[in-house]
């Protein structure tokens, strides 16, 4: 094994070759995730493949790694799949593309989380087996950004996962947070009120508007959104913003001027936070559906995710990146999926600010720092 290639050329080479796979979630992770198992099982790693066909009839595959012996130690998570990226728009490269300019790395994927994976990757190069006393672990789930459902299989069948749970392995996932520490982060919630009626040309007369039902609810529910957004029930001021950001959307099916459409639904999402229980308001939604004889559906749930900031493990994370206090984010990782590893934290290079726009960058800078700091993580958690 090669540890004295310099990580900063390494890691932005690595970037640049998963920036290169067109893994959006729709489609099969299948390409990348090969790529990704035969680095690690390069590195000395073993390698535990989990498989699914998701609902578009397409592969998703999952790895989970372990290297060393001795259980425990700790581990990298990331997801391979990313954003759509039909809208991209930078005028010098293609979303696959991936290019440096100005000492940024442009590419779908390359904040989010491709340019993290090359750093753990490029870590794990520069530390020698023979040096670890305790495991290093790669966790790399399908599907992250629709609903996590590899995570969710890792949790499920991933025989190394039980053995991290039952030797309390630290874990870090690797999101773009600028190489911050991060204790908690809020989850999600999504619920569909739906009301239905019959479709016709509106010239006939014949058909039954579904919006005719479900508008009468959508004052109680605009209220209740107000209100929960106010209540301090609702409220965690160790985030920002401190509210559940309730989030209400309307959809009609079919969609035109000339059709009595025959679905309307109200679409709410609320981004759940620990400590705040937001069970009274599912329960009122459920209350103002039934009252106007509306159907409800409750979409798979994201739970929120958050440790102690005062953790050991944060403390000594903290220290290996120079920071003084761990932070909150607004945004959901896979740990929501994985917090039966009781260690967790997230840290990552770039911004998410970066992530998910059409110009979607990571500044090499980040890399680099990156690369240095998961390599001190893992040799102190494993060496």
Not at 47 to 76: C, H, M, N
Not at 128 to 141: A, E, H, M, V
Request: one cysteine or more; hydrophobic letters at 40%.
């Amino acid at each position: 094994m090669n540890t004295t290639r310099s990580s900063t050329g390494r890691a932005e080479e690595l970037a640049k070759r998963l920036v290169a796979y067109p893994s959006v979630s729709e489609k099969s992770n299948a390409d990348i995730s090969e790529f990704v198992g035969e680095a690690l099982v390069r590195l000395g790693f073993e390698i535990e493949t989990l498989t699914y066909i998701d609902e578009e009839k397409e592969k998703k595959v999952s790895l989970v790694a372990k290297r060393g012996i001795q259980p425990g130690g700790i581990a990298y998570s990331a997801h391979t799949d990313v954003v759509p990226a039909e809208d991209w728009g930078t005028g010098f490269n293609g979303p696959f593309e991936p290019i440096i300019r100005d000492g940024k790395l442009y590419g779908r994927g390359a904040c989010d989380m491709k340019g993290s994976l090359a750093c753990a990757l490029a870590a794990a190069e520069k530390i020698s087996q023979t040096d670890q006393r305790r495991s290093i672990y790669f966790l790399i789930s399908a599907d992250e950004e629709i609903g996590m459902q590899g995570a969710r299989l890792i949790d499920r069948e991933s025989r190394i996962f039980e053995e991290m749970v039952a030797h309390e392995t630290v874990g870090i996932v690797g999101e773009p947070t600028e190489l911050e520490v991060v204790h908690a982060h809020k989850g999600g919630e999504g619920i569909v009120v739906r009301a239905k009626g019959v479709s016709a040309h509106t010239s006939t007369g014949q058909g039954m508007n579904a919006n005719d039902r479900l508008i009468p609810a959508l004052s109680e529910l605009l209220l209740l959104g107000q209100a929960s957004e106010q209540h301090p029930a609702y409220r965690n001021a160790g985030f920002e913003p401190a509210t559940l950001s309730w989030n209400m959307i309307l959809v009609n099916e079919p969609q035109a001027v000339n059709v009595t459409p025959s679905l309307a639904e109200a679409r709410i999402f609320m981004r759940t936070m620990p400590e705040v229980d937001h069970g009274p308001l599912l329960e009122r939604i459920r209350e103002i559906a039934w009252k106007h004889g509306l159907e409800i559906e409750r979409k798979q749930e994201t739970p929120p995710w958050g440790v102690d900031a005062g953790s050991d493990w944060i403390r000594d994370m903290l220290q290996i990146t120079g920071q003084k206090e761990s932070k909150t984010v607004c945004y959901a990782t896979d740990a929501a999926v994985l917090q039966r590893l009781k260690k967790l934290m997230i840290c990552g290079p770039g911004s998410i600010e970066q992530a998910h726009r059409n110009d979607e960058w990571i500044a090499l800078d980040q890399l680099n720092r990156g690369t240095d700091i998961y390599e001190r993580a893992f040799r102190h958690w494993a060496c």
